[in-house]
């Protein structure tokens, strides 16, 4: 770990971080040394984030607090992530894992409504259990438009550009195309521009009203 990732942080004012980071202190009691490089614990520093990044927002969250929740240094901390940044970014890329998986699936040939409702109602679950993911979007919006990674904007783009050209395959209905591009948007407004407003509901029910609204999209 370098003591450059230290100072790209905006928590480095803290002025005992560099105690923390520079060389790591024997844990006390409950606390969880900075030498643990499980997976586990990565996803938990994760978890943690996402609660406080939405309680709090990012801006209002250090790695201090973060820490705290978890029972753990700073210095566990910076084993996994160099900064705050990474943590939102690690957090955003978790959507990114669904849009591969489904755009893996279409292939290069022209996409079928049947497809394509096979791929939103296998997603329809998966996105709901990230359901806080989306509340966080909602609530960081601004910190979450100053993330810049080179192989994230490229992933990024690719997933858009790939998006556009299965609705722009003629070879397909424009009917069909216009069908897959509203139900895609049915998916998506309903969790990303909602906010908490179905925060009420549990995700079986709004698993259960999206598939409805789905289906009477794609086949009217």
């Known amino acids: 770990m370098s003591q450059t990732a230290a100072h790209a942080d905006p ?13 790591v202190a024997e844990p006390g009691p409950g606390v969880t040394s900075a030498a643990d490089p499980t997976p586990d614990t990565r996803q938990r520093i994760l978890d943690a984030a996402l609660d406080l990044f939405i309680e709090q927002g990012f801006d209002g969250t250090s790695l201090r607090q973060i820490a705290e929740q978890l029972g753990v240094t700073k210095a566990a901390l910076y084993y996994h ?10 957090l955003h890329l978790r959507l990114h894992e669904f849009g591969k998986e489904s755009l893996r ?34 609530r960081n919006q601004a910190a979450l438009e100053k993330l810049h990674r080179k192989d994230h904007d490229a992933e990024h783009e690719d997933l858009q550009n790939r998006f556009r050209t299965v609705l722009a395959d003629t070879r397909v209905p424009l009917e069909d195309r216009v069908r897959m591009a509203a139900s895609f948007g049915v998916v998506f407004s ?26 009477n999209v794609l086949r009217g």
Not at 81 to 90: H, N, Q, V, Y
Not at 202 to 214: K, P
């Open 81 to 90: 992530f160099e900064s705050k940044d990474d943590i939102l970014m690690a």
């Open 105 to 138: 699936r279409m292939g290069e040939g022209p996409v079928t409504l049947d497809l394509w409702g096979e791929l939103l109602d296998e997603i329809v679950d998966q996105l709901l259990a990230q359901r806080k993911i989306f509340l966080m979007h909602e």
């Open 190 to 215: 309903s969790l990303f521009l909602s906010g908490d407003a179905f925060s009420s509901t549990t995700d079986e029910e709004l698993a259960g009203m999206l598939r409805v609204v789905i289906r």
């Open 11 to 23: 928590d480095h004012a803290d002025p005992d971080e560099e105690a923390l980071v520079g060389s």
